[in-house]
C-alpha cells in the first residue's frame, strides 16, 4: 500500500542549542564594500553597562542560538522593527540570510521566541585582510540585563577570533549612547574614528567608529 | 445467434485461446489483442473470444467498447462461465459490485467449482458486506480445497462475522488440530491463537477467555494484549487482586497509557461516583487513597506526566490549589502553549476554574511588577518569557468565557513585551475568529504566518481562515506550499485534503459559486468511497498473513466510517446547497433563513402550469442526460486519439495521468443543474440517515428536504426521530422540530403552506397523519389554536435566541405579520443575545421582513453586545 507522503517537509525549525559553530570558514573573497552603509544606519540596543555585569538579573535565562534562513527572517524584521529607532530596508534582510554571513550573524531565542539578534557582514580591508562589521545586534527591551547580548558578543568574538585574515571587528555607535559605547568597551573595543553626520534621520547625526583586534577575550 | 458447435474451438483454435488467456495473465494486452482477433477472423462469433477480448480492452482503459464486447461475447454464449466472469469482472472494475456478484454467480452456474470465480466472489461479498453469501462461498472453497490455511481461516472469520461463535470456534479447533504441537509459533500462529481468543471474549464466556489466555501466554508474541486483556478479564470476573497486580505490571512497562491508570483505580475500587445527573466525585476516602498512590508514582516515575495530571481531576479546594500551582510553574517556565487545553477539561468544574484563575492572576500581576509567581517567591526568580506565558494562559482563559474585550487587551499587552512570539498572533486571531471578524482573524493569522513560513501548522491554519474570509485565491496560494512544483490543485484531491476541500466547498457556498461548491464537497463524499474501495486490498492480503484481530476491527470500522464528521458536514452541506440552489437564490442569501420561505415561483403556479412545469424539467433532463452521454462518448474517443496519435511516450502518459485524475474529480458544475436538486439531496440524507441516524442534525436535514418535497410521512418520521433523540440525549428539542410541526398540523388542515407542494394531501396519508400524530409528545391538538400554540413554545423557550428565531418564524407563516414576528426575537433580547451565531441568524431573519426601523434598533442592541462583530456594524 502506497501512503503517498506529499506533503513537502516544512517543518518548523527549532532553535539549536549554541554550541561553537563549525569554524575555519575559507577566507572569503567579498564584494561588500559597494554597499553604502550610511543609507542603512547600524544601531545597537542592548544591555545597561551602568549595572556591572555581576550584578545581573538573579535569574539565570536558556538562549538558543540559530540561523537566519528566508522562512525565519520575518521574525528578525518583526525584532529590529521594535528595537531599533530606523527601519531597514529589503536589501538589509537580502544580506542577512546570506549564506556567506552565516557564522556571524545569528537570532537568539527564548522559549521559542526570539527575543535578540546579531547580524554582520565581512568587508574586504587593508592588505587582503577583511573585516567583520556589525550591521546590527538588538535585544528586546523586556530582555535586557539578562546577558544575552553579552553572550551574543563573546560568540562573535570566539568565532572571529579563530577565522583567519581578519583585520577587525568594527560598528558604528550614536555618540549619544553612551550606555553602548562603555558596553563595548568592556570587550575589548576602542573608539578609532568619529564621522559627522553619518546618520540622516536621527539627532544626534554623528557616529563614533568602534573596533577591536581579533583574538580571544583577556578575562577568559 | 450462433449454434453450440460454433461456439467450440477447432484445435488449433483453442491454442490460440489459451495464448489469449496467458497474455491477459500476464498483463500483455497488446499481444493477447492481437491474438483473440487472430480468432475473431475465423470465428467471428465466439462468445469467450470475445469475451476476453473486452476483458483486455478494459484493461486498456477502453471502457466503453469492452462493455460493448463483453456483452457480445455473453450474448454469443450464455452457458459460458467464461462470458459471465468477465462481465462480471467488468462490472466490478466500474465499482458495480452488486451486478458483479450476479455475473459471478451465473458464471458459477456454468463452472461450479471454479475456485478462481469463488474466491473473486467471496471477495466482493465480504466487501458488501453479504455475510451469508461469504460464509457459504468460503464453505465451497474449503470444501475443494482442504489444505489451505487461509480456506480454513477465511471460512472461520466468515461464521465469525455471522455472530456463529460457536462454530467458528470449532473450525479453528479443526484447524489447530492439523498443526505440529512442538513446533515454536511464529508470528501469524500467535496471531491466529489470539484471534481465537477474542472470538471467545464475543461469545462471553469471561472465564473460558481468562482460561485460554493463560494458557497461551507464553506462546503468544503479543504480550501487552495478552497482559492487558487478562487484567481486564480478571477485572471484569471480580478477580481484583490479579487485576491489580497485572496492571502494575503494565504499568511498569509504559505508565503513561491512561487505560493502564483507569484498569488499576478500578482494580482497587478507587472510582469515582456517580449521582443521577450522571456527575461524578469522589468519596474522600477515595481521595486520599489516590493521592497516596500517585505520590508514590510521582516518586517512582520521575517524568510521569500522568501521575502529575491526575491529581488535578481528584482533589478540590486547596488541596487542588497547591497541586495545580505546582503542575501549572514549570510548563510556563518551559513555554506550553497547550496548557490551557489541558486545563480546559477541568473548567466543568466552577470551584477549580475560580482556583485556575486567581492563580493566573496572582501570577500576572506578580511577574509583571517583580518577576516573580507569588509575594512569597524571591523577587526577580523568573525571566520574562514566563510573564509572556502566563499571559497568554490568562488571555485563553478570558477568551474561553467569553471575556473577549479583555483578552484582546492582554493580548496587546504581550505583543507589546514580546512582539515576536507567535502564538500571541495566533490566539488573537483566533479570538478575532470568535466574534465573526474574519477578516481581521485573517489578517492577524498571515502576519503569525509570514513570521515563520516553515510551519506546517500556521500554513494550514492560515488556509482555512483565507477561506473563512472568502479569499480563496489567498488560500490557494498558501495551500500550494503543500504541493511540488509540479503538481495543481487538483493533487489535494489526489491527497484526500479534506479540511482543505470542506473549508473551499463551505466558502464557495458562502459566496454562491454553487458548481465549485459542489465539486469540493462532492470530493469528501468520493474519498470515502474510496477508503472503502482500498478495503479490497485487506480481504486477501490479512487473511494470507493471519493478522485477524486487526482484519476484523478494519471491517467495523470501515462499516461506520461514513459517520465520520468529515463525512457529516459535508453531506449536510451538499444538502444545504442543493435546497439553497432549489430554493429562489436571491432568498437563498439568509442562511438557515432560506429554508423556510420556500420558492414563490413554484408555490404561485396552479396545478395544471406545475404540471406543466414538471413535464419541461423532464423533458430537460432527458435532454441533459443525452448530451451527457453524447459527451463522454465524445471525450472517450478524443482521449483515444490521442493516445493513439502520441502513443506511449513519457509526456503523455503525465499530461494523460492529469487528465484522468481531472476525470476522478466530481464534476460540480453538472450537479449544480441537475434539474431535481431536491432529488439529489434527498439522496444525501439517505446516507446521513444510514451512516449517522443518531445525530439530531441528520434528522434536522430530513425535515428541510422532505417537507419541500411533500413528504409527509417522511417528515413526521424524521420529527419522532428528532423528539426521540432529544429525549434520549437530555438536551431540549431542536426549535426547528416545533416549526415543522406546526407547518405539518397545517397541512393536517389543510392550509398548506407556502414553499409545499401545493397539491391536497392523499386521504390515506391526511389518515395516517391523524393517527399518528396523536403519539407524538407535543404535537399541536386538532383544536389547539396554532397562533396560541406557538406563543406558548415561546413562553416556554423564550430564553434562548434560537428558540425565538424559530417562533418568529411560524408567526410570519401564520400570518401573524412582521411586526408580531419581529417582537418575538425582541421581546426578552437582552437576557439572551450572548449566542452570537444564532442572533446572526435571528438578524438576518429580521432582514428578510422589510421593517427597517425595528431593524436599526435590533442592530444597535446587538452591536452593543457584541461590539466587534462586523456583522452588526452600522452600514455605511
Known sequence: FFFQIRLRAVVRERPVPSTPPNLSPPPRALDWTSVDSSHQPPATEMEDPSEDPVERKRAGIKTYYTDVTPNNVGQLRCLNLNVFPVTYNDGFYKDVTNEQNKDVTKMVYVSDMLVGAICCRFEAGKDKLNRVYIMTFGVLKAYRHYGIGTGMIKHLISVVSKLQDIQDVYLHVQISNEKAIKFYQRYGFEIIAKKENYYRKIDPPHCYVLSRKPGPLESE | MATKNAQELPKREQGVFKTVMKCYEQKQYKKGLRAAEQILKRHPNHGETLAMKGLILNCLKKKVEAVAFAKKGLFANLKSHVCWHVYGLIHRSERRYADAIKSYQNALKYDKENQLILNDLSLLQIQMREHNGFQETRRKILLLKSDKRINWIAYAVGNHLLGDYKKCLHILDTFIKTLDNDKVWDYQESEMFLYRNQVIQESGDKKEALKDLEKIEADARDKQYVWYTKSKLQLELGDSKAAEEGFRKLLDVNNEEASFHTGLQQALGLTPTEDAKGNSTYEEKTVKALADLYDGFRKKWKYCSYAKRFPLVFTSGEEFRKRVDEYMRPKFRKGVPSLFRDLKALYGDKEKVKIVEELVKTYYSNLKEHGRFMESDEKDSETPNVFVWVLYYLASHNEHLGNVSRALELLEEGIAHTPTAIDLYVLKARTLKHVRDFQQAYEVLN???????????????????????GKVEDAQRIVKLFLRETDTLDSLFEMQAMWYELACG??????????????????????????????????????????????????????????????????????????????????????????????????????????????????????????????????????????????????????????????????????????????????????????????????????????????????????????????????????????????????????????????????????????????????????????????????????????????????????????????????????????????????????????????????????KRHPLTPDFKAPK
Open chain 2, 447 to 469: 502576519f503569525a504566518r509570514e513570521l515563520d513560513l516553515a510551519d506546517r501548522y500556521l500554513n494550514t491554519k492560515c488556509v482555512r481562515y483565507a477561506l473563512r474570509a
Open chain 2, 506 to 863: 463551505l466558502c464557495h457556498f458562502k459566496k454562491k459559486n454553487y458548481a465549485e461548491a459542489l465539486t469540493k464537497l462532492l470530493s469528501v463524499g468520493k474519498h470515502f468511497e474510496d477508503i472503502q474501495e482500498d478495503q479490497f486490498d485487506f480481504h486477501t492480503w490479512c487473511l494470507r498473513k493471519t493478522t485477524l484481530r486487526a482484519y476484523v476491527g478494519m471491517l467495523r470500522y470501515q462499516e461506520e466510517i461514513c459517520g465520520h464528521k468529515f463525512f457529516t458536514r459535508a453531506a449536510h452541506a451538499v444538502v444545504n446547497v442543493y435546497l439553497t440552489i432549489y430554493d429562489k437564490p436571491s432568498k437563498a442569501q439568509n442562511g438557515d433563513a432560506a429554508g423556510m420561505d420556500g420558492p414563490d415561483d413554484l408555490s404561485k403556479l396552479t396545478a395544471k402550469e406545475r404540471r406543466a412545469l414538471k413535464k419541461r424539467q423532464k423533458r430537460a433532463a432527458a435532454k441533459a442526460k443525452k448530451r451527457e452521454e453524447a459527451e463522454a462518448k465524445r471525450k472517450e474517443e478524443e482521449r483515444e486519439a490521442a493516445k493513439a496519435k502520441e502513443g506511449t511516450a513519457n509526456a503523455t502518459s503525465e499530461a494523460a495521468k492529469a487528465n484522468a485524475l481531472k476525470e476522478s474529480i466530481p464534476d460540480g458544475a453538472k450537479m449544480a443543474a441537475d434539474p431535481d436538486p431536491l432529488g439529489a439531496a434527498a439522496k444525501m440524507v439517505k446516507k446521513l440517515q444510514l451512516n449517522s441516524p443518531k445525530d439530531i442534525d441528520t434528522h434536522l436535514a430530513a425535515l428541510e428536504v422532505y417537507s419541500r418535497r411533500g413528504r409527509y410521512l417522511l417528515v413526521l418520521q424524521a420529527i419522532k426521530r428528532a423528539i426521540r433523540i432529544a429525549q434520549e440525549s437530555g438536551v431540549t428539542m431542536p426549535p426547528a422540530v416545533h416549526f415543522h410541526m406546526v407547518q405539518l398540523a397545517r397541512i393536517m388542515r389543510n392550509d398548506i403552506p407556502k414553499g409545499f407542494p401545493q397539491e391536497k394531501v392523499n386521504p390515506i396519508v391526511a389518515k395516517i397523519l391523524e393517527t399518528e400524530t396523536k403519539d407524538v409528545p407535543g404535537f399541536p391538538k386538532a383544536s389547539d389554536d396554532l397562533q396560541k400554540y406557538n406563543d406558548s413554545f415561546l413562553n416556554k423557550h423564550g430564553n434562548t435566541i434560537s428558540h425565538c428565531l424559530y417562533a418568529a418564524r411560524c408567526r410570519m407563516e401564520l400570518g401573524a405579520g412582521a411586526s408580531a414576528s419581529f417582537d418575538a426575537i425582541w421581546a426578552k433580547l437582552g437576557e439572551k443575545a450572548s449566542d452570537l451565531e444564532a442572533s446572526v441568524k435571528a438578524f438576518e431573519f429580521v432582514k428578510t421582513l422589510n421593517i427597517p426601523d425595528k431593524l436599526e434598533t435590533l442592530r444597535a442592541a446587538l452591536e
